[in-house]
Nanobody, 114 residues
Framework: VQLQASGGGLVQAGGSLRLSCAASGTLFSSCIMGWYRQAPGKQRELVAAITSVGSTSYAESVKGRFTISRDNDKNTVYLQMNSLKPGDTGVYYC?????????WGQGTLVTVSS
């Protein structure tokens, strides 16, 4: 599985961004898809995940503000980010997991200014 993330950018606090991650290959629909982020000087952390059947989970810090979704026909997973805060700044990576295998995308930078 190859993953291509896009949609990052610079936004003011309170604004919104929508990240997309397009996957190649035929395994996408059976993968658990996740969005991770890595802030400067910090470890990579899980932000949101969605199973193959659409069950979702979120980090406490983004609950109520971020929404993960997927379109299996387009092999794409999305992260809608609303009410962005400076603390949301970081490089966002998409991840695909299937059984014991996992794949990472290249990351897209999100910068939230105060």
């Amino acid at each position: 599985v190859q993953l291509q993330a896009s949609g990052g950018g610079l936004v003011q606090a309170g604004g919104s961004l929508r990240l997309s991650c397009a996957a190649s290959g035929t395994l996408f629909s059976s993968c658990i898809m996740g969005w991770y982020r890595q802030a400067p000087g910090k470890q990579r952390e899980l932000v949101a995940a969605i199973t193959s059947v659409g069950s979702t989970s979120y980090a406490e810090s983004v609950k109520g503000r971020f929404t993960i979704s997927r379109d299996n026909d387009k092999n794409t997973v999305y992260l809608q980010m609303n009410s962005l805060k400076p603390g949301d700044t970081g490089v966002y990576y998409c991840n695909a997991k299937r059984a014991l295998a996992y794949w990472w995308g290249q990351g897209t930078l999100v910068t939230v200014s105060s």
